[in-house]
C-alpha cells in the first residue's frame, strides 16, 4: 500500500513566508469550545496560507448536508470566509473522507492528495494525515481500502441524510468502545516506510496527524517525523496547537 505513492508537490509562491499546519481537530457539535477555538484562530492567524491535514470534523456524511442549517455549514461558512482572504487546503483523513470538490468549490478550498510534497523556502515538506502508514493495523487499513472506492461511496452517499447520519453515530460508538478498551493496542506511524516515502519524495522531514500523539522523532540519516496535535479544549490541560512553517523551520504553537 505504500510502495510506490504518487506525490502530489504544492510549490509554494515566493510571497508566503509562513504556513499554518493543523490536524484532527474532530470538530463536532457536541464539543463547542474546540468549535469556538477554531473560529478564533481562523478569523485571527497571520499566516499566508493554512493546510489541513485531515480530521478536521469528527465525521463528515457528505458535502450535502453542508447545504441545511446547522454545524455543517456553520462550518462550511467559516471555511469559505477564510478561503477568501488566504489560501486553505485540506486533506482528508480517516473521519471526513468525504469531504468531496462540492463541498471545496463552495467554500474556496484545495483539496490535496496524501501524500503531498509543500516546496517552501527551498525545503521539502512531505505531508500526510499519517493512517496509511500505520501498517500494524492491517484491520483499519482493509476498511480503509473498501469505503475510498468510488463505488462505496457512491453507494453511501446514495443513502439518505438521515440515515447516513444514524450510520455515522453507530462508528463513533464502536470507536469509542474500542478506545476505552484497556486490551486495545494503537498501532503507530511504520519507521521503515515514513523513511522510504521520505527518500522518495527527496525530503527530510514528514509531517502528519492521526495518532494523537504529537512529537519529534528522530529517523536517522537526517530525517525526521514531526507528529501534529489533536485538538481537545475541553481536555485538561486543553489541548489547541499548530505547527508553523516559516524560514526560521518549524515552530509549535500553542492556541490555549
Not at 10 to 39: C, Y
Not at 61 to 85: H, M, N, Q, S
Not at 142 to 157: D, G, H, I, M, S
Not at 244 to 250: E, F, K, R, V, Y
Amino acid at each position: 500500500m505504500t510502495a510506490n505513492p504518487t506525490f502530489q508537490e504544492l510549490i509554494a509562491p515566493p510571497a508566503w513566508r509562513t504556513v499554518d499546519l493543523i490536524s484532527d481537530l474532530h470538530l463536532q457539535a457536541g464539543e463547542p469550545a474546540t468549535f469556538e477555538a477554531w473560529r478564533g484562530y481562523l478569523e485571527t492567524t497571520p499566516a499566508d496560507a493554512l493546510i489541513i491535514l485531515g480530521d478536521l470534523f469528527e465525521v463528515w456524511v457528505g458535502d450535502d448536508a453542508a447545504a441545511l442549517p446547522g454545524f455543517e455549514a456553520d462550518c462550511a461558512e467559516l471555511l469559505r470566509r477564510t478561503a477568501a482572504r488566504l489560501p486553505v487546503y485540506f486533506m482528508h483523513g480517516n473521519r471526513d473522507f468525504l469531504v468531496g470538490p462540492p463541498l471545496a468549490e463552495r467554500c474556496g478550498f484545495t483539496l490535496l492528495g496524501d501524500p503531498t510534497v509543500l516546496v517552501l523556502h527551498g525545503e521539502r515538506w512531505l505531508l500526510s494525515h499519517g493512517d496509511i502508514l500505520c501498517l500494524d493495523d492491517t484491520d483499519y487499513l482493509r476498511f480503509r481500502a473498501q469505503v475510498r472506492t468510488p463505488e462505496w461511496q457512491a453507494a453511501f452517499l446514495a443513502r439518505p441524510l438521515a440515515e447516513r447520519r444514524a450510520l455515522a453515530r453507530s462508528m463513533r460508538t464502536q470507536s469509542e468502545d474500542r478506545k476505552r478498551d484497556p486490551s486495545a493496542v494503537w498501532a503507530d506511524v511504520d519507521g521503515d516506510a515514513a523513511r522510504e516515502w521520505l527518500r522518495q519524495a527527496r525530503a527530510s522531514t514528514l509531517v502528519h496527524g492521526h495518532t494523537h500523539r504529537p512529537a519529534d522523532h528522530d529517523l536517522g540519516d537526517g530525517l525526521r517525523r514531526m507528529v501534529l496535535s489533536d485538538w481537545d479544549v475541553a481536555a485538561h490541560p486543553p489541548r489547541a496547537q499548530l505547527l508553523c512553517l516559516s524560514p526560521a523551520g518549524a515552530q509549535r504553537v500553542d492556541l490555549r
